[in-house]
């Protein structure tokens, strides 16, 4: 496996596999890698002859009271795993070859409409900063398909919509949310959990799965079974931002009419938040 974290380098190692005719797929963290990421590049390499993952820890999309500087950076032992993986091309650049202006005067993507609401409204400026370090590694890497997870489901829309708005040459897969075995959706952020608080945090996907079996089995009143969620997360010991029946397509509120649905929710537990999804 080849690492480099100059864009130049990056080109010119794709450019030849260009030149061979070969496939290239992307998977872009932010490194401290887990079984969810190892899954994206499973995927990656069904897709595609070459596989590159970038490393980067985007500062554009943290807000003023979050935790970029505790953010795990766990850069050796993620090469490891990339390596064993079969990985081609690990990328990870320094923030000034990200942004060589500086933050402050870096070009920025918005994507309106379905960055709004949900974690777009808990987490002000967000989505513009994963839409602009996402451009701007898809200009970089220059790949013909990349890889996400669908825990993620704002975010996964977001992009999609950036690449269809923005007529980007790129194939965009969505990959299933890999779990722990008691359910709990596998994220970097877990880490931050402490053992009690461990041991609690399955209680989140349940309230998502009974939820989602009374929608299936014909519930309507999307109103009654959000305050019911948010109450029973309560209970348990959460601080819930959201809990939401969603339209899968535009990601407003559904209606009763809606049948393509996803529900998400998002949730403090300690000093980590969660979020979940599940389409309906």
């Not at 509120?253 to 000093?271: E, K, M």
């Amino acid at each position: 496996m080849e690492k480099l974290d100059r864009m130049s380098g990056v080109r010119a190692v794709v450019a030849e596999w260009r030149r061979k005719g070969e496939r290239i797929a992307f998977v872009p963290t932010m490194g401290n890698l887990h079984a969810g990421h190892m899954q994206l590049v499973a995927e990656a390499k069904k897709r595609a002859r070459r596989v590159v993952v970038s490393i980067f820890v985007n500062p554009l999309q943290f807000g003023a009271n979050e935790d970029i500087d505790n953010y795990p950076r766990t850069l050796a032992a993620d090469s490891e795993l990339l390596q064993a993986a079969g990985v081609d091309l690990l990328f990870a650049p320094q923030a000034t070859e990200v942004y060589p202006q500086g933050l402050g005067a870096a070009t920025r993507v918005e994507v309106p409409d379905v960055s709004e609401g949900l974690c777009g409204e808990s987490r002000p400026g967000h989505f513009v900063g994963v839409a602009t370090v996402v451009a701007k590694l898809f200009n970089m890497v220059q790949a013909d398909v990349a890889l996400f997870g669908q825990k993620d489901y704002q975010q996964l829309a977001v992009i999609r919509r950036m690449v269809s708005d923005l007529c980007f040459p790129i194939e965009i897969v969505g990959v299933p949310t890999v779990r722990e075995q008691d359910g709990l959706a596998l994220s970097s952020r877990n880490g931050y959990l402490s053992a009690q608080e461990r041991a609690l945090a399955p209680r989140l996907y349940q309230v998502l799965s009974e939820k989602v079996a009374r929608v299936r089995g014909g519930e309507r009143d999307f109103a009654r079974l959000e305050s019911e969620a948010l109450a029973e997360l309560r209970a348990a010991g959460f601080r819930p931002d959201y809990f939401r029946v969603c339209n899968r397509h535009t990601l407003k509120s559904a209606t009763a009419q809606d049948r393509d649905l996803v529900i998400l929710v998002a949730a403090w537990l300690g000093g980590a938040r969660l979020i979940d999804n599940q389409e309906v």
